[in-house]
């Protein structure tokens, strides 16, 4: 059963290919995938599967194939929205939608998933137990498409759930792994400093917002340095300072925009009751008003273990020729949200390299040059094809 389905898989590689370039000339941003929900669901029209659209806070899709005889329930998870990035590369399938761009490879996730569970479909009377397909929305935007997909209870019966990831870091035909936690989790804050303007000439007249988000950058470097133990990964970010005005003139407001990256929970509050601490301190200080939004976005990912080991001993066992090597990578600062599914049930999420032919030094993910080598779309299938086998095939 399993050569029958590695077969069928290589016999539709193009088939692949062209979904890819067609998604990737036609993305759409993170809760606006309309068409791109339409496109997935037309394909599994006519098909012997049950269709959920609408799952979740968005367009996600859950596609159940009922095997034919007793056993686990599989989740397999791909994602579908692309990111608000103006196409730079010169591929003849480049984006029509101006500023936006599939620069993280999920439409390679889609197409890869869509062959994959039509092949799987095809073969259900020889699965042994029930696979859900998930295609998830919004990915990118928090708080994303994942939790609340968990949250909706179509995935409640699931035993275990894999989902993996296109990374041009890596060379096509390897595939990394990694145990325990193994992406950061991520916090979104904001800091809105209201002071008082005035003249240039006069600032014993006015509280100058801009000096109090200057003292507000350099602060929360010390958090990192200073406040978490040595031993603990964390990030601190300011990404934007909006603080745009007349060279002459003490600007009343500014606007903070930045993000937070741990690894663990204890992390995280450190972190955030430090940062609260400090803006409390701004207000005294300078005697200004600060409003502080602090949103925690997506959790660390952590990967079962168990499930990872198993995992890779059939990856490292498949004596597949697309997959040349299997090796474990760093914990990773990114962010996913896929690690909402494995907070709750036991799974594991892994990377594809795609390092396009005859580049040394490929765009990464979220470049607007990013660009795969598409053959990894068939290590995407064939991958997880040999780990569906061992799960579901007798």
Known sequence: MKQRLLSMLEDRKEEMIQIRRHLHENPELSFKEEKTAQFIEDFYNGKDVEIQTNVGNGYGIIVTIRGGKAGKTIGLR???????????????????NPGVMHACGHDGHTAYMLVLADCLIQMKDSISGTIKIIHQHAEETPPGG??????SGVLDDLDVVFGTHLMPALPTGAIGYRGGFSMAGRTYFKLVINGKGGHGSSPHQSNDSIVAGAYFVTAIQTIVS????????????????????????????VELEGDVRYMNEDTQKVISDEIRRITRGIEEEFGVECELTYVPDYPPLYNDPGVTANVVSILEQAGDPVIETVKEIPISSGSEDFAYYTQKIPGTFYIIGCQPKGVDKPYLNHHPKFDIDEDALLVSAKSVAHVICEYSFD
Do not use: C, H, W, Y
């Open 146 to 151: 994942a939790k609340s997909i968990v949250e």
């Open 78 to 96: 791909a994602d579908f929205d692309a990111l608000p990035i103006q196409e730079e590369t010169d591929v003849p399938f480049k984006s029509k």
């Open 226 to 253: 200073r406040r978490l133990n040595p031993f603990e990964m964390g990030v601190v970010t300011i990404g934007s300072f909006d603080g745009k005005g007349s060279f002459n003139v003490i600007k009343d407001s």
